[in-house]
């Protein structure tokens, strides 16, 4: 054990009582992704482990009874007795709150200094917690329960002396978390990105409750491949996938980058492996970077005449899939939600090294730089296209006050919070939904023919796509730039489409919209999917409804499976007559809604799925469409 692990770095701040009164205040939340926050606390120590460079693999399973099990093969958690503190190194990571939680204010985690910040918080939650310590040939361990130390730390048997490394197992409190039951997909997708941004280690996810399964996750090209792997599906225009990387100013940085065929910018950030999703220092330096790099090479090889115009930082970055990487020592984390990175220095170094291997890149390889010059022009000029059309539906609405659409059957209340807006696919249906509503609170805005897709348009075809801008002036809010919540002009804004693939493809679409236009309405929980059912059963006069063939069959069983059933079942909403529909889907004390949400933290994922159900690939897309059809809900 070195030197410098003494308890004078770690700065005891209260006990574990705190965090099992307090839990929000260390986790975030006691929902489902608090739950998920614990596996992260955990692994999270491992990574650090990987990235001193002691540790090479981590197995994460969870077990039949939604324990979890983390191991590595790093040095093992210091078991020599820790002096300030008199107890081994190991019970103090386990039983002494460390300085700088997550959620509680102050500072960060710093990777590569802290270990062990968070499981201490992790013990504190679970209803019990085993360490298994293997080093110098022995194998040593210590049980804890809510937090407290069940025996001393013990020796339980020898190993091979070459045989090092960390187990930890632990049981989430069910007096503490609303939800216990872990999910692989929300600990795959997040796995996945730590091995991505941690090239080398390999991850392995294991789930042994039901049918096994068992993933690895190994990427030798590191963030490269992350790129690679956000560009399935979707054309990249030169291989391989650019990189960057170097150390200033006690910064490490990386950055990949490549260009796909699409219009869209698909940029991530990270600061020690944890995603910044507002950005910061080392975003505005890589856009810099960009932007004059590019600029400057376009001008020096008169591809861009002295006196046209630069090109802009969004017309070079159109169809760009990057990620930029810093790893330094101590983060400052600014903004409202404390996910801004704020230190200048990440700024200069991700500036200088970008700008340096960039210029190098783009003097080697010409004809890459050809295709990126091509592709920004014709940016530019789509860009100017849109400028004038916007412009004038900016001056229409100056003049004519609210241009709301013809179609738009609006409510009479005038307050925003008590309103909500139907998008209706179809002219019939949306004829019944007219007829079906609440006047005074329900708008109704039919949406005719197919939506445009915009993950496949460029802004020109946008602006001037009609159901489009009836949405937009319907809503109020503008967009991207211009998008100001408080002119939203309806509390809920509700998808309304058949209940079939087709129905489903439609929502996808609207959905696609919505959060590449004006993403912070689903942030804040305005937009929701209608449930329609599937089935009608009648019987003596009597009426049921089913939105499942799980549903079905329960009402089935329930009344009698007889002869007198009459089951109908619902191709579409122009099937349902007025008063079917309020009941079914639109009356607010009867309907179904589902409400669409993200996780802010696996925003990658998200884009990656609107790329799965919008690009070219058709297959993977009718296999999720079906699949989530099939629930009535896009899990986005
Ligand atoms: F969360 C945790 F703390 F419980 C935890 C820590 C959980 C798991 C699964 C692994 C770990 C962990 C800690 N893996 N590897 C380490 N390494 C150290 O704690 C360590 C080892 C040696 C030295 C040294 O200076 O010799 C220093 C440290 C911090």
């Known amino acids: ?219 030798e090209g590191g963030i490269r491949e992350f790129v690679t792997y956000l560009n399935k599906g979707k054309e990249p225009l030169y291989d391989p996938v650019i990189y960057c990387e170097g150390t200033r100013d006690n910064v490490y940085v990386e950055v990949s980058m490549q260009h796909n065929d699409s219009y869209t910018e698909n940029i991530y950030s990270f600061v020690n492996n944890i995603n910044t999703p507002e950005g910061g220092t080392h975003l505005t330096g890589f856009k810099n970077a960009l932007t004059k790099t590019f600029n400057d090479y376009a001008k020096k090889n008169k591809l861009l005449k002295d006196n046209e115009a630069s090109l802009s930082g969004e017309d070079i970055r159109e169809g760009l899939t990057a990620i930029i990487s810093v790893k330094l020592e101590e983060p400052q984390f600014e903004g409202q939600t404390k996910q801004k990175l704020g230190n200048s220095e990440a700024r200069g170094a991700v500036d200088s090294i970008v700008s340096e291997q960039l210029t190098y890149f783009l003097e080697q390889n010409p004809s890459v730089a050809k295709t990126m010059l091509e592709k920004s022009i014709l940016a530019q000029r789509a860009r100017a296209a849109a400028r004038k059309a916007r412009d004038l539906t900016r001056r229409k609405t100056a003049l004519e006050g609210m241009a709301l659409p013809g179609k738009l059957a609006d409510c009479s209340d005038k307050d925003p919070a008590n309103c909500e807006i139907y998008l209706v696919e179809g002219d019939s249906a949306g004829g019944s939904a007219k007829d079906a509503r609440n006047k005074s609170n329900q708008a109704i805005l039919p949406l005719r023919g197919k939506i445009l897709n915009v993950e496949k348009a460029r802004l020109d075809r946008i602006y001037g796509n009609a159901e489009i801008k009836s949405m937009i002036t319907a809503f109020g809010t503008g967009i991207h730039d211009d998008f100001d919540i408080s002119k939203l002009r309806y509390d809920k804004i509700i998808i309304m489409t058949d209940a079939d693939v087709d129905g489903a493809h439609i929502s996808t679409l609207l959905l696609t919209f919505i959060y590449r236009f004006m993403p912070e309405l689903i942030k804040q929980g305005h937009v929701y999917l209608a449930q329609p059912p599937l089935y009608k059963v009648e019987k003596n006069k009597k009426v049921w409804y089913a939105y499942s063939d799980a549903e079905l069959n329960q009402i089935l069983t329930d009344i009698g499976r007889d002869n007198n059933n009459k089951i109908q079942r619902y191709k579409g909403l122009g099937e349902m007559d007025a008063e079917q529909l309020w009941e079914t889907t639109m009356d607010p004390e009867r309907r179904i809604l589902l409400k669409v949400t993200m996780d802010e933290e696996t925003t990658s994922e998200i884009d990656l799925t609107f790329t799965t159900l919008m690009g070219d690939q058709v297959e993977p897309r009718r296999e999720f469409i079906e699949a989530n059809a099939k629930y009535g809900t896009l899990d986005i």
Request: glycine share 10%.
């Open 1 to 219: 054990m070195s030197a410098e692990y003494g308890a004078d770095q770690i700065q005891i701040l209260e006990g574990l009582e705190a965090v099992r009164k307090r839990p929000g205040m260390y986790i975030g939340s006691t929902s489902s992704r608090g739950l998920h926050h614990l596996v992260y606390e955990i692994v999270d120590n491992s990574v650090d482990e990987a990235l001193a460079g002691y540790c090479s693999v981590i197995e994460v399973q969870i077990n039949s009874d939604n324990s979890i099990t983390v191991r590595d093969n790093g040095r093992g958690i210091p078991v020599g007795i820790q002096k300030k503190a008199g107890i081994p190194a190991v019970e103090v990571v386990f039983t002494i709150l460390h300085a700088g939680g997550k959620f509680g204010g102050g500072g960060y985690k710093v990777s590569g200094g802290l270990h062990g910040v968070g499981a201490s918080v992790v013990n504190a939650l679970s209803e019990w917690l085993e360490v298994k310590i293997r080093q110098d040939g022995k194998i040593y361990q210590q049980r804890y329960e809510r937090g407290k130390v069940m025996y001393p730390l013990k020796v339980v048997g020898t190993c091979s002396p070459e045989e090092h490394g960390t187990e930890v197992i632990f049981l989430p409190d069910k007096e503490i978390f609303e939800e216990t039951v872990f999910d692989y997909d929300t600990l795959k997708i997040r796995l996945r990105e730590t091995a991505f941004l941690t090239k080398n280690l390999k991850i392995i996810l294991r789930d042994d409750r039901e049918e096994k399964i068992e993933k690895t996750f190994h990427y």
